[in-house]
């Protein structure tokens, strides 16, 4: 009788073990399938915002971080970090739209989108690459502004001051791209080396990575992300539409079809 037990029990535990084999694989199917686009439809569901009036919120997939209210401002003193923060919530209200598109031409047929991203957030690394390929391409009409919104800690902050001094030295395009596929997290000692690989002067990188304009620079978008009240990244706006999360290609261009429909300089109007 204790041997036939000793069986059942056994039988039970494999027949657990099994359930649980199948749920699991279940699971992993499904978020697979969710990671195809075209598979499950996306519904396009917009929320007009109050604060700031004229924009409307969708919420979509993986978001890495958690946003920190003092990012960018790296002060010792509360009291100082809580003064700049208030100094960058100023200016961005002065202007939104010349903040958060800031060096794109607003006269023209493009969508203007703004792309904020964390070096180390994994789903910014695909998410960035793809918007690339579609200003590259040309086929939907959108033109990026690039903002960086380190989440992640020092590596993160440093990787971000770094492609902004880079800017500097009209190389932020292809430091960009090194950074967002680089395995490495970033120290001074790296940075300096993949200077050299995309032939940036290393002295003046240091440099203007410590820069009150490269400090500005993360106050803005630091700001910008309070207003739009981003938790973590990725995150975009397209023309009035504020996207938080992962999105799918067919989105944006739902999304970016949409704000040329409905005319989204009505909200930005060039200067």
């Not at 009036?53 to 919420?59: D, E, L």
Request: charged share 25%.
């Amino acid at each position: 009788m204790k041997l036939d037990a000793f069986a059942g029990d056994q039988i039970l535990d494999k027949n657990r073990r099994n359930t649980l084999l199948v749920v699991g694989a279940i699971g992993l199917g499904y978020a697979g399938l969710r990671g195809l686009p075209g598979l499950f439809p996306e519904t396009l569901e917009l929320e007009p915002m109050a604060n700031p009036p004229g924009f409307r919120r969708y919420v979509a997939g993986e978001t890495s971080g958690g946003f920190d209210p003092f990012v960018g401002l790296n002060m010792q003193e509360p009291a100082e970090a809580a003064a700049m923060r208030a100094a960058a919530d100023l200016r961005v209200r002065e202007n939104i739209c010349a903040t958060l598109y800031g060096g794109l031409d607003l006269t023209g047929s493009d969508v203007p989108m703004a792309s904020f991203s964390d070096y180390y957030c994994p789903y910014c690394r695909v998410q960035t690459k793809r918007l690339a390929d579609m200003v590259r391409s040309g086929d939907i009409g959108v033109s990026v502004a690039w903002h960086e919104l380190p989440l992640l800690g020092e590596s993160s902050n440093l990787a971000a001051k770094a492609a902004l001094a880079a800017k500097r030295q009209g190389a932020y395009p292809e430091f960009h791209a090194r950074l967002m596929r680089s395995p490495f997290r970033a120290t001074l000692e790296y940075l300096e080396t993949l200077a050299r690989d995309t032939d940036v002067d290393g002295a003046q990188l240091v440099e203007d990575m410590n820069s009150p304009e490269t400090s500005r620079e993360l106050e803005d978008s630091a700001a910008l992300a309070r207003l739009f009240a981003f938790i973590g990244t990725p995150a975009l706006v397209i023309g009035r539409t504020v996207v938080q999360g992962q999105v799918s290609d067919q989105m944006i261009r739902r999304i970016v079809e949409l704000e040329r429909e409905e005319g989204w300089s009505d909200i930005c109007p060039a200067a």
